[in-house]
């Protein structure tokens, strides 16, 4: 069935480093969507990307789709504490509205 | 989101209890969905639902059973609890004008 894999599936930084976590379909999506899950909190939908190669960003976050529209990416600028958190990327299951959750990729950050 | 409860938050039971997880919605939002959440799993799909009185399974849909009589509700049971489903449940909502997912505060397991 499809997949939606992650990686790194933790990452460390000290605070004012840059993190990148990377998302991969087996399948072509029609959309992208990134999560992020506070410690002890729910998910909270961040950002959908649509277009073959789109780029969108939310201050010093930078996220991506691929030109295939089989990956993405999600950029943090000089980190900070507020950052911490469980990154998750999603794709939809065919043309359902069941969406397929990437393992995430957890962020801590060093003061 | 404040448009979506859970209840209990947290919940201890033993091994072959019946547990039943209530998720709710103010809104009146066709598709709903119930995740467990466990370390190195990440976020997997139980049950679904596309409107009242339907529902389909998921990824994991074993030992659970769902319900949606109304709109607004979508039950998860547990019919015999056993300690595997020991987790964090997570409801969620999908606005029709898109497929984000709304999730509500979700519902700390604990079977003995």
């Known amino acids: 069935g499809q997949q939606v894999m992650q990686i790194p599936q933790y990452q460390h930084v000290q605070e004012g480093e840059d993190f990148t976590t990377y998302c991969n379909s087996s399948t072509t999506l029609s959309n992208i969507q990134w999560y992020k899950q506070r410690p002890g909190g729910h998910p909270v939908f961040l950002i959908q990307?649509?277009?073959?190669?789109e780029v969108k960003k939310q201050k010093r976050l930078t996220f991506q789709f691929g030109e295939a529209k089989k990956n993405s990416s999600l950029h943090i600028t000089a980190t900070q504490t507020t950052d911490v958190g469980t990154y998750f990327c999603?794709?939809?299951?065919?043309?359902?509205?069941?969406?397929?959750f990437g393992k995430g990729t957890k962020l801590t950050v060093n003061p | 989101d404040a448009g979506i409860t859970q209840s209990p938050r947290y919940k201890i039971t033993e091994t072959g209890r019946q547990v039943t997880l209530m998720c709710h919605q103010t809104w009146s939002h066709s598709y709903m969905f119930w995740y467990r959440q466990d370390l190195g799993h990440g976020l997997r799909l139980i049950y679904y639902?596309?409107?009242?009185?339907?529902?389909d399974k998921g990824e994991v849909p074993d030992g659970y059973v769902v319900s949606r009589s109304k709109t607004e509700n979508f039950p998860l049971t547990l019919e015999s609890a056993t300690r595997s489903q020991t987790s964090v449940y997570f409801c969620a909502v999908t606005p029709p004008s898109n497929n984000e997912q709304f999730f509500g505060p979700g519902t700390r397991l604990t079977v003995l």
């Open positions: 999603a794709g939809p299951q065919g043309g359902s509205e069941k969406l397929v």
């Open positions: 639902s596309a409107a009242a009185d339907i529902t």
């Open positions: 990307l649509v277009k073959s190669g």
